[in-house]
Every structure is written in C-alpha cells, then in structure tokens.
C-alpha cells in the first residue's frame, strides 16, 4: 500500500516553494533512523503485530469514512502553529519548543515492533511541514494530518510479517 498524498484541495504549496527542512523518512525496508532502532523481528510478538495492523487498518477506514478515531493513542508529537506569510489562514506545524529531541512519549511495555511503527507513525508527523487551513473540518484536518502517517506505520508493521 503505497503512499500518496492527494491534492485534491490544492493544499500544496506553489511550485519551487519548498521548506529548508528535508525530511528524512523511513525506506520501503523501513531500516533504523532518527525514528528509532529496527528490532530483531525474532523478539516481537506475532499477534501483537496483527493486532496493531487491524487498529491501523480500522482507523484508515474510519478517517476515510470522515469518522473519529477510535482507542488510546500510542504515541504523541507535539508541535505549534506557524502562520505563512501572505497566506491568510495557512499555516505549517512546527515540533515544541523549537527544535526538540524526537520523543514520541510511546508507553512502555509495547512489543518492541509495535513500539518502533509507532515511532515511525510519529516520525511523520514530527517532520509533517504541509500547510494546513484554519478553516478546515475536523474531520477533513483529522484525515490530512493522520491517515499518511498511519499509512506509514502499516506498512512499517506489514515489513515485520
């Protein structure tokens, strides 16, 4: 399950106009990086990894339905608004305070592939630099910010299968 991003709203900025902050993201065999160290798969729990794959699985549908999410959120990121200039009502997403370690405050006790998908999930939101509209839904801002990052997360857990 590939990620893409639809525009459909031409949320995208204009041509040229990127942030200097590249991110960099997981690749298709979602290797450790700066969201965390791979596990060994040998020590991670099968039916922990379907259980996550479902729940990730059941929120997509649910944002794509425009339904809220469901259960206890796994991880947090944290970040403030940033107005863009000459853009009223737009604005970008910055990690708090400026410039912070990453530390998606995961619970412990996790199954340690379950945990490093959630870092992953995470990940993408800590370095999410798409500008957002003030007067967007809930729903609509809910499934712009969410459903890339849990499509991410699936397919981090589908690589420990």
């Keep these: 399950m590939p990620l893409t991003f639809m525009d459909q709203a031409g949320l995208r900025g204009s041509p040229g106009q990127r942030d200097p902050f590249v991110p960099l993201m997981p690749g298709p ?36 339905r425009g339904e809220p999410l469901v259960g206890v959120p796994l991880g947090a990121t944290y970040a403030v608004p940033i107005p863009i200039a000459g853009r009223p009502g737009w604005y970008i997403e910055r990690p708090m305070p400026s410039d912070p370690p990453f530390d998606p405050n995961t619970p412990s006790g996790l199954d340690p592939c379950v945990e490093y998908c959630t870092r992953v999930h995470e990940w993408f939101h800590y370095v999410d630099r798409r500008p957002r509209f003030e007067g967007w839904a809930g729903s609509q801002y809910l499934r712009f910010v969410e459903r890339p990052a849990y499509v991410l997360g699936l397919e981090c857990l589908y690589s420990f299968r």
Excluded: N, V, Y
Aim: some cysteine.
């Design 29 to 64: 065999d979602f290797d450790s990086g700066l969201w965390g160290t791979r596990p060994d798969q040998a020590c991670c729990d099968e039916k922990e990894i379907a259980r996550a794959i479902a729940s990730d699985e059941l929120q997509i549908g649910r944002l794509d």
